[in-house]
């Protein structure tokens, strides 16, 4: 099946690379899903006791912009890290950084963590700058593989990687006191482009999983519906950014959530459920096309709130995503058959729930806002903890069948 992306690495031949000491730094997404899960389970607890206990976040940023911040600027961009640092190798046969190079990139992600945690004791100016690195590095690190193959399909991941640093630097820039008003805009801005991000590469790997693993000869695929889904979800971004409460960006996002839902409809879901490597993809882009309808309903004040919106693009679509590639990339890409664990399942029913929990509660039951948060909080971290418990063994250690990455 040419037209969809292969993320198997069996054909990749063993001297392409070299193999580090240890197995952690050998491919992209070992230490990136490892540091990403952990942020996603430490982050929440610290946001619901920041919210609850009206603490402050350190430094001059707001609570919510903290929280919001880690989750669109932290955790989403470790997770396509990990994922673009590893399959760039297969679509372009040109390396991306592993052993010492691979843990320096890492550090930079890192660095920005511990920086925003220590907000409140360090110059502003500093933790910016520190933030501020890893984007630039990363979009780097894929752009010179993606440059020298000159891949036409994947040079988007370029731009969008760029976009993605530029709106970071809106979000600190604002709050060093250059661009007056804009860190709302930068976190805009961020997540549209994740949200395009995950309109492309899912629309690839989702029906090409669920073509592999139920035998389906063929996915069927309606090129103009994916190119509307993309190409409306490019313009959602695009207006997002311009102007958030306008009827016209209501309206693109109201199109943009149909186009996305429709182009679902050829790839197999009803054989994926049950497959829960699979049916928490599914789950994961529903919350895509959910959350861009929302959004659009919003605006036309028809029902529910931005804040419902937004949590339906980012607790659902970001992070039910991130939890069922990380764990189908995991198993793929250590030698390991893609066999769900019992405890993996509960943890995607979990994720699922938070996102469920999160957006739909208060959209039935205004009054239940707080208990929204703290359930869907517990649900999310106690989620991804049971990824951590499973799968750090297997991210730490060699491949199972003895092959280098």
Not at 216 to 221: K, L
Request: charged share 10%.
């Amino acid at each position: 099946m040419p037209n969809y992306v292969d993320l198997n690495f069996s054909n990749v031949k063993a001297d392409d690379t070299e193999t580090p000491r240890l197995a952690v730094w050998a491919t992209g997404f070992r230490p990136f899903f490892l540091g990403g899960a952990l942020l996603a389970a430490l982050s929440i607890v610290a946001w619901l006791a920041i919210f609850m206990e009206g603490m402050s976040a350190g430094g001059p940023i707001s609570p919510i912009d903290w929280h919001a911040h880690e989750m669109i600027f932290g955790f989403t961009p470790a997770i396509i890290a990990g994922f673009l640092l590893t399959a760039v190798p297969k679509w372009t046969r040109v390396p991306t950084p592993t052993g010492k190079m691979l843990a320096a990139l890492f550090a930079l992600w890192a660095l920005g963590r511990v920086a925003m945690a220590l907000a409140e004791f360090l110059p502003y100016t500093a933790v910016a700058i520190a933030d501020l690195l890893f984007l630039p590095a990363l979009a780097i690190a894929i752009a010179i593989p993606i440059g020298r193959a000159m891949t036409p399909r994947n040079l988007g991941f370029i731009p969008l990687l760029f976009g993605l640093a530029i709106a970071n630097a809106l979000f600190h820039l604002s709050y060093l006191g250059v661009v007056d008003g804009w860190a709302t805009r930068g976190l805009d801005a961020g997540l549209g482009i994740i949200i395009v991000i995950i309109a492309i590469v899912g629309g690839r790997v989702i029906p090409f999983f669920t073509a592999n693993a139920t035998g389906m000869r063929a996915i069927s695929r309606r090129r103009y519906i994916d190119f509307a889904a993309i190409g409306l979800s490019v313009a959602w971004l695009i207006v997002f950014i311009v102007d958030s409460t306008a009827s016209w960006t209501a309206a693109i996002a109201l199109g943009a959530g149909a186009a996305n839902l429709a182009r679902m409809k050829g790839w197999g879901i009803t054989r994926s459920l049950s497959i829960p490597l699979l049916w928490v993809l599914h789950a994961g882009y529903a919350f895509v096309g959910i959350g861009l309808i929302a959004f659009g309903l919003s605006v036309f004040d028809v029902t529910g709130t931005r804040s419902i919106a937004i949590h339906a693009l980012t607790t659902g679509a970001i992070g039910i995503l991130c939890l069922g590639m990380m764990a189908r990339v995991s198993l793929g890409h250590t030698g390991r058959k893609l066999k769900t664990h019992k405890i993996t399942a509960v943890a995607f029913a979990l994720i699922v729930a938070a996102a469920m929990v999160r957006v739909f509660l208060p959209w039935a039951w205004s009054s239940a806002y707080i208990e929204s948060l703290v359930i869907s909080g517990a649900l999310w971290t106690v989620a991804w903890a049971l990824f951590l418990f499973v799968y750090t063994p297997i991210l730490l250690q060699p491949r199972a069948d003895g092959r280098p990455g």
